[in-house]
C-alpha cells in the first residue's frame, strides 16, 4: 500500500474531516512518538546541516484534528520536539463534523513574549495564559471554535526581527473527548 506525503498544512485541510484516513506528522526532530536517529557524526552534520539525524513518526488521530479558518498559522518545532501553532488576536478553528462533545484547547506564552500574561476567551469562557501550559475545555455547540486574546505583538518590532505576523498566543494542542 503506498502512502501519499504533503505537508502538515495541506493534510490538516485534506483529511481533518476525514477521520477513516491515518495521518502521520514525520518531523525534523525528536518529540514523544516513535523517533528514529542516525548517530551523530561530524561528517552527517556537514553533509545535512543536522536536519532529519532524528526524526519523528506523530499520528494526529481524529480526536486531534482540526481545520485551520483564519487566524492560525503554520505547525513549529523545536528539535527537541515541542509544537505549536501561533495564533493572531482572532482565530478560528473548524473540528470534524463527527465531533466529540467536549473539546480542550491548550494556550501558552512563548518565552520570547513581551507580555507576562495574556486573557484568551473561548465559547465566553476566559482563562489566562502565561508562558506554562493553560488548558479551556468547553462543550462543543458548533463545529466552529473561536479564540479571542486580548493581547498580541508583532515580533519585528518586538525583537527587531522580519517576522511580519501579528501574534498573541500558541496553540499547543485541540483535543476532544466525549
Not at 493553560?134 to 462543543?140: G, L, Q, S, V, Y
Amino acid at each position: 500500500m503506498r502512502f501519499a506525503s504533503t505537508s502538515v498544512e495541506k493534510a490538516m485541510i485534506a483529511y481533518y474531516n476525514r477521520l477513516e484516513t491515518p495521518l502521520v506528522v514525520f518531523g525534523d526532530g525528536g518529540s514523544q512518538a516513535k523517533v528514529f536517529a542516525w548517530p551523530e557524526s561530524d561528517a552527517y552534520g556537514k553533509l545535512t546541516r543536522n536536519h532529519y539525524r532524528v526524526v519523528t513518526l506523530e499520528p494526529i488521530p481524529p480526536t486531534e484534528r482540526f481545520l485551520p479558518v483564519s487566524g492560525v498559522y503554520p505547525l513549529e518545532r523545536t528539535v527537541a520536539g515541542d509544537a505549536w501553532r501561533w495564533l493572531a488576536r482572532d482565530a478560528l478553528i473548524r473540528l470534524p463534523a463527527a465531533h466529540e462533545r467536549y473539546v480542550t484547547l491548550i494556550f501558552r506564552l512563548s518565552p520570547d513574549t513581551p507580555y507576562d500574561a495574556n486573557v484568551v476567551t473561548v465559547a465566553g469562557i476566559r482563562t489566562r495564559v502565561t508562558k506554562q501550559p493553560a488548558p479551556i475545555t468547553i462543550r462543543i455547540s458548533s463545529a466552529d471554535i473561536a479564540i479571542h486574546s486580548d493581547q498580541a505583538f508583532a515580533p519585528a518590532t518586538v525583537l527587531h526581527n522580519q517576522d511580519p505576523r501579528i501574534l498573541a498566543v500558541q496553540l499547543l494542542r485541540v483535543v476532544q473527548s466525549p
